[in-house]
């Protein structure tokens, strides 16, 4: 099984840890940043040996070059994305399988935020990393892709199992929350869940993962139903000031 460790860099990205104990394997997904993440896999004393990434927006890949650098990681990263993944060794899309010791994860094109960012399942440990894709009760901007394209790649990270932990690349969850309750200001479970994450953040816990099935109770743009509907709460909430 993976275990799974959640870094905070920069003002809010998460970069994980992957590490496969068995046969040693380490895995870094979306290393914004290089030093936090050689420092906490040294105290672990996990060596890393790959790379993982989801699109290739800067705060997702600069630290592939110092992290290949001091220990010859490979990289895995977007085929429609290739040149700009630095150090890519590998181009994975949608249908490819991508191992990490013993578990190995499914490749979806999940385009809308940039037009060839991918995700990684790892299906037998329950672990979804969907870098910018979705989000603690939200989605990522779109910057390149359509709302056709997003609504399509959430509904393709929605057909995973509701017990799928949810490990999104930025703590942006109590601003996604201001939003959500002006979509759905009666749904019981987003307020519910609400309170709780008013209370982890107060004392400084982050909110991230989360789960499949409480982004399918909670999430307005998973629940959306349509592409016009998703694609008019997606321009609410970038206009939104809560
Ligand atoms: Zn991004």
Redesign the pocket.
């Known amino acids: 099984m993976l275990d799974v460790v959640q870094i905070a860099v920069l003002n809010d990205n998460y970069v994980y840890l992957a590490h496969d104990a068995a046969s040693g394997e380490t895995a870094v997904i979306d290393p914004a940043v290089s030093e936090p993440v050689l420092a906490e896999a040294a105290r672990r004393g996990w060596t890393i040996t790959q790379i993982l990434n989801t699109?290739w927006?800067p705060?997702?890949v600069g630290g592939n070059a110092a992290i290949v650098a001091a220990t010859g990681a490979r990289v895995t990263g977007p085929k429609g994305e290739a040149e700009r993944i630095p150090e890519i060794s590998r181009s994975v899309g949608d249908g490819d399988t991508v191992t990490v010791g013993a578990s190995t994860a499914r490749v979806f094109d999940v385009g809308g935020?940039?037009l060839g960012?991918i995700a990684y399942a790892f299906d037998a440990d329950d672990v979804l990393f969907p870098?910018?894709t979705l989000f603690a009760l939200g989605c990522?901007r779109l910057?390149e892709g359509t709302p056709e394209q997003m609504s399509a790649s959430l509904a393709t990270l929605m057909a995973l199992p509701d017990s799928t932990r949810v490990y999104c690349?930025h703590e942006y969850t109590q601003s996604n929350a201001r939003f959500a309750v002006t979509v759905e200001p009666s749904n019981a479970a987003l307020s519910a869940r609400v309170v709780d994450i008013d209370a982890r953040r107060a004392k400084g816990l982050p909110t991230v993962p989360s789960t499949i099935g409480e982004e399918r109770a909670t999430n307005p743009f998973v629940r959306a139903g349509s592409v016009a509907e998703f694609a008019r709460r997606r321009a609410a909430k970038d206009n939104f000031r809560g």
């Open positions: 699109h927006h705060d997702h935020h940039t960012h870098g910018d990522g910057f690349a």
